[in-house]
């Protein structure tokens, strides 16, 4: 990518609904994936598609429909520091919901803060928040207009293994009600990658390995192992 320390060179396809995890190296292009998926960077070459429209060539106008569609959540999760955590989670349903009452729209935003943890804190600013809570919230966020694609970058940073469970049995929830294609970029090995459909490695820009978990297991090399075991 111009400008970027970064590049990626990979030829990938998934279903909607999988679940799918990537992992590798620092610098190996997984932030990366996430932000092209966004549409918030440009491939130099190639197309990015995403739910049947193809981001690296979209007029802005036929952008907005499709990021209401999406939720993203990167590794600084842009949560307003002028805002409350409830009315942070609230805004999307402000701004694309404006036919819904107020009530309802509280009452949507406060189920889902609870089924994160966060029902205490929604009076909360994010300067009083811990890594952990911001980033709990920005999911919240991402997700209150029900998107179809989930893309996360590093969700489970700043989470002990306890909310790690929570995080995921909250996810598998929201999966069980409506259908959601999740990719997420991960640092490390983590619990939260137990039940992914499909596991990406990368190495210095390229897929070294696809497949199931197991699959990866015995086929990735002993340096790469520490991030999917």
Known sequence: MS???????????????????????????????I??????????????MLLGQDWSHAAERE??????????????????????????????LRYHRGAMPDRDRAQVVMAELERLGLGALRD????????????????????????EVLLLDDPVAGLDAELVVVLKRYL?????????????????????MEDVDRLLVLRDGRVVADGTREAVLGAVSDTLRMYVA
Request: net charge positive; no cysteine; aromatic share 4%.
């Open 3 to 33: 400008g970027s320390p970064h590049h990626l060179e990979a030829d990938l396809s998934i279903v909607a609904g999988q679940f799918v995890a990537v992992v590798g190296p620092s610098r190996s292009g997984k932030s990366l994936i």
């Open 35 to 48: 932000e092209l998926a966004a549409g918030l960077v440009r491939p130099e070459a190639g197309r990015v």
């Open 63 to 92: 952008e907005s429909p499709l990021r209401i569609r999406v939720g993203t959540v990167l590794q600084q999760p842009g949560l307003l520091s002028n805002m409350t955590v409830f009315n942070n989670v609230l805004l999307p």
């Open 124 to 147: 909360r600013f994010p300067a009083e928040l811990n890594h952990g809570e911001v980033r709990r919230a920005a999911i919240a966020r991402a997700l209150i207009l029900d998107p």
């Open 172 to 192: 598998e929830a929201r999966r069980a009600r409506h259908a959601l294609t999740i990719v997420a970029a991960l640092r490390a090995s983590s619990p939260f």
